[in-house]
């Protein structure tokens, strides 16, 4: 990872997570260039690698043999990690527009997002038919299919568009696939028809006769219905109809035809082909815009037009880390000239292929095989990563910095620690100026109307409740950080039952370009103000300074009512236990510093880092909760001693209730712990039968510290069945009731942990 004192210079933003980008993050890990900050945008967490797809459709390989882990794969390359979907682009500012976020800086873009099958030309297509690609979104419908085939009990028909090979090998491996299921469900193999339609005299091609011929037999040996030269033109639920007027009730439609491009690179003004796809140089560098290159299915080489293929985008990925490296540095670039025949191997659903080039035909499981063994040892290079000592060159490569960047880098050195190491005035007036805190009539001054300190007026009849957190990014995604910063600052005030206020915020950006850190507040700021201004709570001030990590923390004041006030001392013998979210953040994060957590861990923990416990706090309160607190440095049961100490009872936590975030036990089962750990499990002296919860696996989890962690609440126990469902409708799904409170006994361990 590039050493955390190196300022940022430039950005390098990759769109997508395509076979060419992760090989480019592969080389940046293995060899970083200082200065530059990258990151990656895409959607999800797994990107499949396309040579398997068929396989893992066919139940050969398990999911993550088929998908290679982009969380853990960003993090080894030292790249921001932000999960969204771009839909635009703005070239001339230079910024990137995504749906769920604020726009992302680059100094230079690449964009390897691959493609969709085109449905545009068929009328009723869209959202009936399930297109292959995106693939992570055809494999939700896909298994949405299993399942349906399994309990259905009438007879199915499947079709499938486009007669290719991607179309004749999903086919076949979804044939085979159901196959397998209805036997080992004991159900009759016969109540599937598959369909397979193309718009050209034969199937697959752009191969050779003898392929062609290889295949047509294959599916007329399988009962596969083909209709050649018959493109369909409508589509409706249920209903498919061709050009030869012919008209098909369909159950499931997939849609494997030629590739479609997105609308935004045309809109955003890029030099696009007459299908949509970004057309590029042989140095893979858009024709219009220079700072930008493209790879894979998005893009079209004028000079050497190739089918849309994912041999192309695994060739062109160590070209376009090599041309992404020069264009930062200012060197000439190098060109790509792919090559005019590929290999191709093609599986028959079970463990069978054939291999096709040019006129070059085999066969057999052999094939099968080879295939097999050049598919594991392509996903080896990204799922097995080395591990890597940390970079410690400080210095900028030449070419990197122009003068006058060279002189600001050099006023960065300079800058002295005083005054906090403030953040220039100039850089907080334009990141702050387009944050609208949530107003109030009882600020009197705040960032309205900046002044030395804001002043706020406490209402008559209420007392304030104040509180303070600050900690380090645990994240490299700034605006996920912000809202996971600010829900977790809130937190005591919620736990408390009082009504927030205001914040102040305390803030540490890394070193960088003016230009770089302001970018860095904006986007961390915009996801804190979002938390903020959902509980009308308004930011009033604060204070930002440079160092060497993305810090950020609130003081923040509440209000309520002097007779309302929350205690941890108000459970009562006979309540019950809930909490409204899972445990698991310091086990994942910890695994996550050490590449040992998958990419969909995290993003799900994140999910639940994100949501407010404003609402969670309303509801238990509005459910009669007498005693509530935020779970988080403390662990669950940090906290629960607390409480249990503090109303003089004794409780039974259910292990088996307890939710527990996905991929934590089995980060604990590898030994990763928190740090924080050692200092948490010292309380297990509250535990009565400490031997016997001991040997559970789940038990490191009692300990594990939360950032931005549930509620953790006693309610009575006629209202917390109610509550538990009134929670989860409020978004609280892993809201559980975890034990209940007992009156205290003579025992000097408070706490049972039943198992």
């Known amino acids: ?4 004192e190196t300022p940022t210079v430039k950005d390098l933003v990759l769109i997508g997570g395509g076979h060419s980008h992760v090989a480019v993050l592969k080389r940046f890990g293995m060899k970083p260039l200082p200065g530059i900050r990258l990151t990656l945008i895409c959607r999800d967490a797994h990107t499949p690698y396309s040579g398997m797809l068929p396989g ?67 009328a009723g297509a869209d959202g009936i038919v399930v297109p292959v690609k995106p693939i992570n979104l055809f494999l939700d419908r896909w298994e949405a299919l299993r399942d349906r085939v399994l309990n259905q009990q009438r007879p199915i028909t499947i079709a499938v568009v486009g007669a290719g090979a991607g179309g004749v090998e999903i086919l076949l491996a979804t044939q085979f696939r159901m196959e397998c299921l209805l036997k080992n469900a004991n159900k009759p193999l016969g109540k599937i028809t598959y369909h397979l339609f193309s718009n050209s005299p034969e199937i697959m091609p752009t191969h050779n006769s003898a392929v062609r011929s290889y295949f ?7 009962g596969v219905l083909v209709h050649k030269n018959d493109s369909v033109i409508e589509v409706s639920a249920g209903v498919l109809k061709t050009q030869n007027g012919k008209e098909f009730e369909t159950d499931e439609i997939l849609w494997v035809t030629a590739a479609g491009a997105p609308r935004w690179p045309a809109d955003a003004g890029l030099d696009v082909n007459q299908n949509g796809f970004i057309r590029v140089g042989d140095t893979l560098q858009s024709i219009s815009h220079p700072d930008i290159f493209a790879a894979g299915d998005i893009a079209a080489m004028v000079n050497y037009p190739r089918p849309k293929s994912g041999v192309f985008a695994v060739r062109q990925g160590q070209y376009l880390e090599r041309n992404l490296r020069r264009a930062l540095l200012s060197k000439s670039l190098v060109r790509f000239h792919p090559q005019k025949h590929f290999l191709s191997l093609i599986s028959t659903g079970d463990k069978y292929a054939v291999a096709s080039r040019g006129k070059f035909k085999i066969k057999g499981f052999n094939v099968w095989r080879w295939k097999d063994w050049i598919d594991r040892r392509f996903m080896k290079k990204f799922n097995d990563l080395p591990e890597m000592k940390e970079q410690t060159q400080t210095g900028l490569p030449d070419g990197l910095a122009s003068k006058e960047l060279v002189k600001e880098i050099s006023s960065i050195a300079m800058r002295c620690g005083g005054c906090g190491a403030k953040v220039g005035a100039n850089v907080l007036t334009r990141a702050l100026g387009n944050l609208k805190p949530a107003p109030r009539d009882d600020i009197l ?6 002044d030395d300190a804001a002043v706020i007026e406490v209402p ?20 996920v950080f912000g809202k996971i910063a600010a829900n977790h600052s809130l937190g005591d005030i919620f736990a408390m039952g009082g009504e927030p206020q205001t914040a102040l915020a305390v803030a540490t950006v890394p070193f960088g370009v003016e ?19 959902d509980t009308n709570c308004s930011l009033v001030g604060g204070h930002t300074s440079e160092g060497p990590e993305l810090s950020l923390g609130f003081a923040v004041n509440g209000l309520i009512d002097k007779d309302k006030i929350m205690r941890k001392g108000g459970m009562q013998p006979g309540d019950k236990l809930i909490v409204t979210k ?51 440095g403390f662990g669950l049961l940090g906290h629960l001693v607390e409480m249990v100490r503090a109303s003089e009872v004794d409780v039974v936590i259910d292990l088996d209730a307890v939710p527990l975030m996905d991929g934590a036990i089995d980060t604990v089962k590898d030994g990763i712990l928190s740090s924080l750990q050692p200092q948490n499990v010292r309380l297990r002296r509250a535990i009565s039968n400490i031997e016997e919860a001991g040997k559970d696996p789940r038990y490191p989890l009692l300990f594990d510290p939360q950032t931005a962690g549930g509620l953790l609440a006693s309610v009575p126990k006629d209202k917390a069945t109610t509550c538990v469902d009134s929670l989860r409708k409020l978004g609280y799904a892993s809201t559980a009731i975890i034990g209940e409170v007992l009156d205290q006994s003579e025992k000097l361990e408070p706490i049972t942990v039943k198992l």
């Open 1 to 4: 990872m590039q050493n955390s």
């Open 56 to 122: 893992y459709v066919a139940g050969h390989y398990s999911y993550d043999e088929a998908h290679i882990d982009l969380g853990s794969l960003a993090r080894f390359a030292g790249a921001r990690f932000y999960h969204s979907t771009v839909t635009g682009l703005d070239p001339e500012n230079k910024k990137i527009i995504c749906d769920n976020r604020p726009p992302v800086q680059y100094d230079i873009a690449s964009i390897n997002s691959g493609s969709t099958p085109n449905t545009s030309d068929v």
């Open 216 to 222: 047509d037999t294959v599916l007329q040996e399988r």
């Open 445 to 450: 001054i705040g960032l309205h109307e900046p």
């Open 460 to 479: 008559r009849g209420k007392v304030m409740v104040h509180t303070v957190d600050y900690f380090r990014s645990m994240i490299d995604d700034p605006y």
């Open 515 to 533: 230009e770089k850190i302001e970018d860095t507040l904006v986007q961390m700021m915009t996801g804190a103000m979002e938390i903020l201004n």
């Open 582 to 632: 899972p445990i698991g953040t310091g086990t994942l994060f910890a695994a996550d510093m050490r590449h040992k957590a998958k990419g969909r861990w995290i993003g799900a923990a994140l999910k639940h880092m994100v949501m407010s416990n404003y609402l969670g706090a309303q509801c238990l309160f509005k459910h009669g909760s007498r005693a509530a607190t935020d779970i988080t």
